[in-house]
């Protein structure tokens, strides 16, 4: 937006400018760290008051800095100064409300070049006048013209989308978890954590005496808690597939133990949890400043995988976005570039990915590739690329030709981008829970809940 100022000589009273503003819960967050006030009255997910009901209070001086956002913008704009500000304080506003903050030129002293105005912000629904006041600045003496694209932008670091995941899964039946080797802080702090939000009910199967001691050590009591005392890794990540062929588990979840000694007795042929499709890693991923669930795969345990495997990859994501409420997901197939290029593999691979899903070899999703990554998730990048699709610029899933591309994605948004990560093996007979020693509260309680969600769904809502 292209600002101009009015000078102090093109000024006279009467003269009057607002600014509308629709108030949003990041607003408030923002607010409050930049200001240093956290009263819970003013965030979105605390009850201030005790009655029950968040209540996202906007502070008042929120709601006057729309005042100043008019007169440092627009009237008079670009150069002025605060001399004083008087207010008065008549009713509050909530995240969702739209706002209109009103100035209006009083009196004009030109002595000092000083301008008092009428202030007042507004609720827009209804009119009612929430702040009231008057302003006294020292007005510019010489055009400026500012815009405002130069600033920096802001993204807020919060995980709404893993938020509404939890809300989603914490009031289904918690899902019966056999959790192996759980004898470090991290696994068993996870699982006892998804445990207190009724996400898992978990078998603790690992080194009894080791596992008591960590209880002991994280403060937390195992009451309640079925252990089943098998010391040895492999032979505890044996037990706990056995328990799922026997119907005593909804689930796998790792623990304190290597990725392979979980997954080696699940890919047993004979006696582990095959169903006919390929194991596939998932990571589900709230990224900051993006408006959806991001899903990327596979970035832990198909190395190199070929078209069939891709093929696996794309359905057990689809699968799992549908249990997650992604009524329709989009499934970019990324590539270096977003053309076929015969020397690329990964964009033949793309091509015929999408070409499978048209004749129905792929079901549940749309599917298009290749694409590259710029225009898989940004519609002006796909937009200036001239690619038409329903998929390009919106993708809720992203395919990557091999395991290291996809780890180095999942990590980058992770540690650059600061995205959430929550880790799932599908096409097993059950989810299995992977968490990393590097993941937060946040991200565990999230994996649970995906867990939960997929077995939901699958299971027909029992």
């Known amino acids: 937006m292209l600002i101009e100022n009015k000078i102090f000589e093109e ?92 100035v209006t030129v009083k009196s004009i002293d030109p002595a000092t070049h000083q301008v008092v105005m009428d202030t007042r912000v507004e609720r827009i629904s209804n009119g009612d006048v929430l ?24 993204i807020v670091q919060r995980h709404r989308h893993f938020e509404k995941l939890l809300a989603q899964a914490e009031p289904l039946a918690a899902l019966k978890t056999a959790v192996t080797c759980p004898d470090d802080v991290n696994s068993l702090g996870g699982a006892l954590l998804a445990h207190r939000h009724t996400l898992i009910d978990p078998i603790l199967v690992g080194d009894d005496e080791k596992i008591r001691a960590v209880a002991a050590e994280l403060g937390y009591s195992l009451d309640g808690i079925e252990i089943i005392n098998e010391p040895t890794p492999r032979n505890a990540a044996r037990l706990c597939v056995q328990m799922v062929n026997d119907g005593k588990a909804q689930a796998l979840m790792k623990g304190h133990l290597h990725t392979d000694d979980l997954l ?15 194991f596939t890693h998932i990571f589900v991923m709230d990224v900051p400043g993006l408006a959806h669930l991001l899903l990327v795969s596979d970035a832990a345990i ?10 696996d990859i794309c359905q057990n994501a689809i699968d799992l976005a549908l249990s997650l409420g992604i009524e329709e997901p989009k499934v970019g197939v990324l590539s270096a570039v977003e053309t076929v290029n015969p020397d690329l593999p990964s964009s033949v691979d793309a091509a015929l990915l999408s070409k499978m899903a048209e004749r129905g070899q792929i079901t549940g999703g749309l599917v298009d590739g290749p694409l590259a990554m ?89």
């Open 11 to 102: 000024l006279s009273p009467g003269d009057s400018a607002e600014i509308r503003r629709l108030v949003t819960q990041d607003d408030l967050i923002v607010f409050a760290n930049v200001s240093g006030n956290h009263n819970p009255m003013h965030l979105f997910d605390h009850d201030g008051d005790g009655d029950g009901q968040n209540e996202a209070l906007a502070p008042g001086m929120f709601l006057a800095s729309l005042i100043s956002a008019v007169l440092g913008n627009i009237l008079p704009g670009a150069g002025t100064l605060y001399r004083h500000q008087d207010l008065d304080f008549h009713g509050h506003a909530i995240a969702g409300d739209e706002l209109c903050a009103k």
């Open 264 to 278: 080696r007795p699940a890919l047993d042929k004979q006696t582990g949890l095959r169903m006919g499709r390929r």
């Open 131 to 154: 702040v009231s006041g008057s302003a006294r600045v020292e007005a510019p003496d010489h055009k400026l013209h500012y815009d405002s694209h130069d600033l920096p932008g802001l």
């Open 302 to 311: 198909n190395i190199t995988p070929d078209l069939k495997t891709k093929m």
């Open 374 to 462: 710029d225009n898989a998730v940004d519609l002006a990048a796909a937009r200036i690329k001239g690619i038409t699709s329903p998929v390009a610029g919106r993708a809720d899933i992203l395919v990557v030709p091999n395991l290291d591309a996809g780890n180095m994605l999942a990590k980058q948004l992770t540690y650059i981008s600061h995205a959430e990560a929550a880790g799932v093996v599908l096409g097993a007979r059950v989810p299995i829970i992977l968490n990393s020693r590097a993941d937060d509260d946040m991200a565990r309680l999230a994996s649970c809940a995906v867990a939960a969600l997929h077995h939901h769904r699958l299971s027909g809502g029992n």
